[in-house]
């Protein structure tokens, strides 16, 4: 069942009380146990997109998009260097950033691929 369009700005509205940065666990305590579509996400995180609030991973000082870039380049670097799809945790060493760090960009750019 997908959230109405009054529904999606109301809890846009209330994340982004919050502060300009926010947390992915700021953005599911907003979701609470409702049921709802990928599509609900992708376009709750562009509703907060365009308030200007980054949605920011719980263990690290970067955005959820900003690593995203750190782990799609050192990826591909990997990759090139040893000829195969590299783990997630030599992303994570190489990159500087958390595994669940690496696992969160990943799991946004699945999310993001499917628009």
């Known amino acids: 069942m997908a959230l109405t369009a009054e529904e999606?700005?109301?809890l846009a509205d209330a994340i982004a009380a919050v502060g300009d940065a926010v947390s992915l666990d700021d953005v599911g305590d907003a979701l609470g146990y409702r049921p709802i579509l990928v599509?609900?996400?992708e376009q709750l995180?562009?509703?907060l997109d365009l308030?200007?609030?980054k949605v920011k991973e719980v263990d690290d000082?970067?955005?959820v998009p900003d690593c995203l870039a750190a782990?799609?380049?050192t990826a591909r670097q990997l990759r090139a260097l040893h000829s195969r799809t590299p783990t997630v945790s030599e992303i994570a060493h190489h990159a500087g950033?958390?595994?669940r760090a690496v696992r969160m960009a990943l799991l946004f750019a699945t999310?993001?691929?499917r628009s």
């Open 97 to 99: 950033l958390s595994e």
């Open 51 to 53: 308030r200007g609030v």
């Open 71 to 73: 782990v799609l380049g």
């Open 8 to 10: 999606l700005q109301q």
């Open 111 to 113: 999310v993001m691929s």
């Open 45 to 47: 995180l562009f509703a």
């Open 61 to 63: 000082a970067q955005s």
């Open 39 to 41: 599509t609900d996400i």
